[in-house]
């Protein structure tokens, strides 16, 4: 298993083979798009301007309900990084990665950060009861 370091409290949470999953409360938040498992809030989205496998991604401080796949590098335009594939608690749907490490000194800001991709996920207001 793969430590992240106190960011546990993004990862899922299984007891006696029962699934817990977090549910976010906010105006504004994102889901799964193939089974709407809650995993992030608008407040913790950092930026729109990052792409994916699928297209646009999103760039977000703190996802819930979400599993880690095996630590790798990968080479990405803006530099090698170390990442973890994240998947979804509910359906195992891929739906982004988890930032480890950054090589390059301008890409620092991404440890620690999770990318969602767009067209995995649902964008959902809530409304005011």
Same mark, same amino acid.
């Given at each position: 298993?793969?430590?992240?370091?106190?960011?546990?409290?993004? =990862?899922? $949470?299984?007891? !006696?083979?029962?699934?817990?999953?977090?549910?976010?409360?906010?105006?504004? =938040? &994102?889901?799964?798009?193939?089974?709407?498992?809650?995993?992030?809030?608008?407040?913790? =989205?950092?930026?729109?301007?990052?792409?994916? #496998?699928?297209?646009?991604?999103? +760039?977000?401080? /703190?996802?819930?309900?979400?599993? =880690?796949?095996? +630590?790798? $590098? #990968?080479?990405?335009?803006?530099?090698?990084?170390?990442?973890?594939?994240?998947?979804?608690?509910?359906?195992?749907?891929?739906?982004?990665?988890?930032? %480890? $490490?950054?090589? %390059? $000194?301008?890409?620092? &800001? /991404?440890?620690?950060?999770?990318?969602?991709? /767009?067209? +995995? !996920? #649902? /964008?959902?207001? !809530?409304?005011?009861?």
């Amino acid at each position: 298993d793969f430590d992240l370091q106190g960011k546990n409290d993004s =990862l899922a $949470e299984t007891r !006696m083979g029962r699934l817990f999953k977090t549910y976010l409360e906010g105006n504004v =938040l &994102y889901t799964c798009s193939k089974c709407s498992t809650h995993l992030s809030l608008h407040d913790q =989205l950092i930026s729109t301007s990052f792409h994916g #496998r699928t297209g646009r991604a999103f +760039l977000f401080s /703190k996802v819930v309900n979400v599993t =880690l796949g095996p +630590l790798e $590098e #990968r080479i990405f335009t803006t530099g090698l990084h170390s990442v973890c594939d994240i998947y979804c608690i509910a359906c195992h749907s891929n739906v982004g990665w988890y930032y %480890e $490490e950054a090589y %390059e $000194e301008s890409q620092k &800001y /991404k440890e620690g950060k999770f990318i969602v991709e /767009k067209a +995995l !996920m #649902r /964008k959902t207001t !809530m409304k005011n009861k």
